[in-house]
């Protein structure tokens, strides 16, 4: 958990370097390698590995626009997934989906811009689970400030009403983008969504990676042994802005202070001390991840960009109206049949 944990907030740190490049002295978002807008989750890894450090390949996690410490935890590519935040072809889709965009079959994870749009989807997967009698769970992550979404509330029906074996994790970190959970969500406690429902529900109250694994463990456990769907709701901290070059002119320093001052690594590094893990071993586990970081970013840079053409390809309507002079064929067979669809 420590190495995934590390492995997260330092590849955050070199691709916040990365980001920045070319984008200044003003701050021109489309500039640089990785154009358009980037979500880091540095404050938040405990909530990631506590979960996903229960989970096997074939388990399913989907999550929000801030997926790369969950996407990490869940063992997704890390030199395919940095590829396609740099928008090169051999990324995880081609480099057409970017950051919030992420799919790796491999180890079946999704992410997705739309906030709650990875509850429905893992309900999904859980029923799949279920008609297919095996014992794979789904976990969906989602931010506090989702929890209001309709798709959030009509999945927990469905996990509830047909006992899938589905996990909702809810990320709190306090705000969506400028705006605090006080002023949007009644009750603050997220997870006694779960009263609603009649499932179980619960809150880890701290950052504590060996806390939320005790949880997650109960959570995933009840769902791969067809006991039925949890809402585990973790309190994280959002050490950076909502994306960067967010000038967080609505938050109150003392709550920038406290998330710089709880750091959940820094915890968990502790407790390993005190386990008589030293710091030398601490610190080997630190180089081996920057090593790792270092050598996804280094290869993703040096993989080719998509050819433009390659822009039809993967879409739904090929290629898409407007973009051709020939008269597009519509098939009469819906008329025929009386149909509007
Ligand atoms: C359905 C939908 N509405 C609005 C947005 C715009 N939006 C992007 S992030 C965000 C706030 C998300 O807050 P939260 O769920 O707490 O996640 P956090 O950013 O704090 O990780 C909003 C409203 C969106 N992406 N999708
Ligand atoms: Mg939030």
Redesign the pocket.
Known sequence: MYEDMVTARLYEERLQEEYMEGKRPGFDISAGEVPGEL?L?AG?EAAAVGVCHHLRDDDTVTA???PHHVAIAKGVDLKRMTAEIFGRETGLCHGKGGHMHLFDPDVNFACS?????GCPPAVGAGMAAKKRNTDSVAVAY??????D?GGFLESLNMASVHDLPVVFVI???D???S?P?ERVTSPQDGSARADGFDMHGVRVDSDDARAVYEAGAEAVGRARDGNGPTVLEVQVH?RMG?FMGDPETYRPEEDQERAAERDSIERLAADMREFGIDDEELEEIRDRAAERVDEAVTWAKQQPLPEPEAAHDHVFTNPPSGVTDEEPEFSDAGAAAGGDD
């Open positions: 979500h989750a938040q929000p626009h801030r811009g739309i906030i709650a749009q989602l931010g506090e400030g989702a929890i979404q990320e709190d970190n705000w969506a983008i705006m959970k959002r909502h």
